[in-house]
């Protein structure tokens, strides 16, 4: 199987309490976590694709600092971010396991 990137789709403008509509916190003017997707690297390298396998553009991602590759028996995402995993990619890695 190819690496995955655990990639941030983040809210770039949060509401003045800090908390983005999924009820995400972060601090005010701080861009928040809306939804954790995974990716594949790009192929013959460890860079980010440019797809998440839910087929969504990485471009205005950003790439989280948890590489599941260092966490063997754990989850693709971390915990903290389990109420915003992507249901698709969550799907598609499923089936590769």
Not at 54 to 63: I, N
Not at 74 to 89: F, G, I, K, L, Q
Request: charged fraction near 20%.
């Amino acid at each position: 199987m190819t690496e995955i990137i655990v990639v941030y789709e983040l809210d770039r403008a949060p509401t003045a309490a800090g908390r983005a509509p999924g009820g995400a916190s972060g601090a005010e003017g701080t861009p928040v976590v809306r939804q954790v997707h995974a990716a594949p690297a790009a192929p013959g390298s460890s860079a980010l694709g440019p797809r998440t396998f839910c087929g969504k553009d990485t471009f205005a991602m950003e790439a989280a600092p948890w590489k599941p590759s260092e966490h063997p028996g754990s989850s693709w995402y971390t915990p903290e971010h389990a109420d915003r995993v992507c249901s698709a990619c969550d799907a598609v890695l499923e089936d590769e396991t």
